[in-house]
Each structure stands twice: as structure tokens, then as C-alpha cells.
């Protein structure tokens, strides 16, 4: 996958319009657009940037690992996510936007033995 469509992938991930991208990495509409279309690679601090505000790795970006998440986001102790996170290179994109979808959908429950009050 080129650094184009990565960089894409990483903003709809994350919420990013255009707009909203260069505001948040102060360059121009412009430049983004450019980023998006493939016809100009971002600068490594912009990458870094990118990278930063959107959640993934700079590995992602570049291409050196299929699997968005930094290995930071990462504990030790969790083996299992871990390697499922290393699993998910064969799926296509809106595969794994609806597996980032799920997860968020768990971690917005309350937990266990907390109850929200029911509306009038």
C-alpha cells in the first residue's frame, strides 16, 4: 500500500477531514491534498506529525509494517491482543475499521457492575 492511501486510512481511522489535518499539522489544505493524491511525500517531521495526531505508528506510514498500531499502545501483559493486532495484516480496510469500531464500542461500556441510569 502506498504512504498516500496509509495516510488516508490513518485519518478516516482517527476522524480527519482535510481540513481538520492541516490545522492539526499546520501546513497547508493544500499540502495535504497532495499527501492524499500521492503526488508529494510528506517531509519526516510531517510524517512524525501525522503519525502523532492520528494514532499509528511511522512504521505504518512508511510501509515497514502493515499493522497500524505503535508498539508502544502495547502492554507486556496483554499477549493476546498482541498477537491479534499482528494478525490483522490480511484484512482489507473496512475490515479493520469495523474491528477498531468493535473495540471502541467495548471500551465506551461501563464496567462490569456499573450501571447507567436509565432516561425518563
Do not use: H
Amino acid at each position: 500500500m502506498q504512504m498516500s492511501k496509509r495516510i488516508g486510512f490513518a485519518c478516516a481511522m482517527a476522524g480527519f477531514s482535510r481540513k481538520g489535518l492541516a490545522t492539526a499539522l499546520g501546513v497547508s489544505y493544500w499540502s495535504v491534498c497532495k499527501y492524499l493524491d500521492g503526488s508529494r511525500i510528506p517531509p519526516p517531521d510531517v510524517v512524525a506529525q501525522i503519525a502523532e495526531v492520528t494514532g499509528v505508528s511511522t512504521d505504518y506510514l512508511l510501509g515497514r509494517t502493515d499493522n497500524p498500531i505503535p508498539p508502544s499502545a502495547v502492554q507486556e501483559n496483554d499477549q493476546d491482543i498482541a498477537f491479534w493486532l499482528r494478525s490483522t495484516g490480511d484484512l482489507s480496510a473496512a475490515d479493520r475499521k469495523q474491528l477498531l469500531d468493535f473495540a471502541d464500542w467495548l471500551r465506551s461500556r461501563p464496567p462490569k457492575g456499573v450501571t447507567r441510569k436509565k432516561r425518563d
